[in-house]
């Protein structure tokens, strides 16, 4: 039961450079969200969709895009990264149907930008 | 907007100590409220939840209730072990279409044999 996975798990990049992180679902869940994790900041959120082919904007998403081609993969991109965008993201999603059901999450990319 | 406080840490407490972990919450309408674990190098876990007001959420022998006169979602454990050493995170689910968490800051916990 793999639930949300997350790849890679860790990545170093240089400012400017692009990458694609990757988040995979096998739970037949709608929704899903990234969100990323800076020290004293709790985890805030950069983008969101409630369905295939369905995107919007969270509290944070200067920087980055996404994509929701199918329904079990999120993508998160960084066309031209910045030291700010060092950070640990991370992954969720939840089923629609009982608005009030738990988000699960994927165990995080670390990602580091010099 | 939406927000979420909870106590600043670190905390570190001695095996079988008693935990409190405060959290009070700014929402509209009627939120549902969670905690969060982070182990150490981990994802998040789903560790309790509420869904309405005077509603307790328990596992693994922590609590919470759900207090809508001083919206607070406190948590608590009776008696800690060094396996509950991890970061504690509050948060809130709005009743806006996509369902958004809204996170407290985070609460590292270390609990010494």
């Known amino acids: 039961n793999a639930g949300v996975t997350q790849t890679p798990k860790f990545r170093v990049l240089k400012t400017g450079q692009s990458m694609t992180l990757l988040c995979a679902q096998d739970?037949?869940?709608?929704?899903m969200y990234w969100y990323r994790q800076d020290p004293g900041m709790g985890l805030r959120l950069i983008h969101y969709?409630?369905?295939?082919?369905?995107?919007a904007k969270g509290e944070v998403p200067d920087g980055y895009n996404v994509s929701r081609l199918k329904k079990q993969n999120f993508l998160l991109g960084l066309e031209s990264a910045a030291p700010s965008q060092t950070s640990v993201y991370f992954c969720?999603?939840?089923?629609?149907?009982?608005?009030?059901?738990?988000?699960?999450f994927g165990d995080g990319t670390r990602l580091s930008i010099l | 907007g939406n927000s979420v406080t909870q106590m600043e840490g670190p905390v570190t407490l001695s095996e079988e100590a008693f935990l409190t972990i405060n959290c009070t919450y700014t929402?509209?309408?009627?939120?549902?409220l969670f905690w969060y674990v982070q182990y150490p190098g981990e994802g998040l876990q789903l560790l309790l939840k509420?869904?309405?007001?005077?509603d307790k959420g328990s596992n693994k022998g922590f609590e919470a209730t759900y207090r809508k006169e001083t919206t607070s979602f406190h948590l608590e454990k009776g008696s800690v072990q060094v396996s509950d050493s991890a970061v504690y995170f509050c948060?809130?689910?709005?009743?806006?279409?996509?369902?958004?968490?809204?996170f407290g800051k985070g609460t590292k916990l270390t609990v010494n044999p």
């Open positions: 929402a509209t309408g009627y939120p549902s």
């Open positions: 969720a999603s939840r089923p629609p149907t009982g608005y009030r059901q738990p988000q699960h």
């Open positions: 969709s409630v369905g295939e082919g369905t995107t």
């Open positions: 509420a869904t309405k007001a005077d």
């Open positions: 948060a809130l689910m709005d009743q806006g279409g996509s369902e958004k968490l809204v």
């Open positions: 739970m037949n869940h709608e929704y």
